[in-house]
């Protein structure tokens, strides 16, 4: 099956600090890489919809200068959490679908915990 | 506005017993829906999807049924195991306007008792 990978698992980051996080997609080429973030208990909640080669597209609400996406290539996109706060600690996960396939393959997720 | 729901928290099962898990929607516009399942501190993992134009879809003890009239989908496990224990989510994703975004529910908690 699609494996994804996200790296690191888990960061401890002094407020203030930025934070990047990686997602790849392992076995194929993911034509488009989603982000998400959870908070304890409650659901999935899409962040942005990046597809390589051009401009992440936000969700409503979500600040684009505080979470930098980069989708350099169709195997690795990137989350940079700028000048991160505690309200930002939660947990971050990648997904990625190859081109007209409406599966996504989810990472591991990455736990981010801002002091 | 939460437009796909799964309205049970938590459902408890006994090993070899079928679990239903059920999901409802409101966005008339969702044409694929996917069922994932998830363990704490890991991403989901998907099971099995159905498109609007079938209303079942089987996959080994995995069945997922849609009625659209009803804007009601669920997840059958049968026979369910320990192993199955874990959070599930629906989703649901409309191919037109929004290619590929999902919209998930706020999972249901199903535990396999042995």
């Known amino acids: 099956g699609a494996v994804v990978s996200q790296h690191p698992s888990r960061v401890i980051c002094k407020s203030g600090t930025s934070v990047k996080i990686e997602c790849r997609s392992l076995d194929f080429q993911a034509t488009t890489m989603f982000w998400y973030r959870q908070f304890p208990k409650q659901s999935l909640m899409l962040m942005a919809t990046s597809n390589e080669g051009s401009k992440a597209t936000y969700e409503q609400g979500v600040e684009k200068d505080k979470f930098l996406i980069n989708h350099a290539s169709l195997t690795l996109s990137t989350l940079t959490v700028t000048s991160a706060h505690p309200e930002d600690s939660s947990f971050y996960i990648c997904?990625?679908?190859?081109?007209?396939?409406?599966?996504?393959?989810f990472g591991p997720g990455t736990r981010l915990l801002v002091l | 506005d939460q437009q796909v729901k799964q309205n049970s928290p938590s459902l408890s099962v006994q090993e070899g017993r079928i679990s239903i898990l059920n999901c409802d929607y409101t966005?008339?516009?969702?044409?694929?829906f996917l069922w994932y399942k998830k363990y704490p501190a890991e991403g989901p993992t998907f099971l099995i999807s159905i498109s609007s134009i079938k209303d079942k879809n089987e996959d080994g003890r995995f069945t997922v049924f849609l009625n659209k009239s009803a804007k009601h989908l669920s997840l059958h496990i049968v026979p369910s195991q320990p192993g199955d224990s874990a959070v599930y989510f629906c989703?649901?994703?409309?191919?037109?306007?929004?290619?590929?975004?999902?919209?998930f529910g706020q999972g249901t908690i199903l535990t396999v008792h042995p």
């Open positions: 997904s990625a679908s190859v081109g007209r396939e409406e599966t996504q393959y």
């Open positions: 989703a649901a994703t409309d191919g037109g306007t929004s290619y590929g975004k999902l919209t």
């Open positions: 966005n008339s516009m969702f044409d694929y």
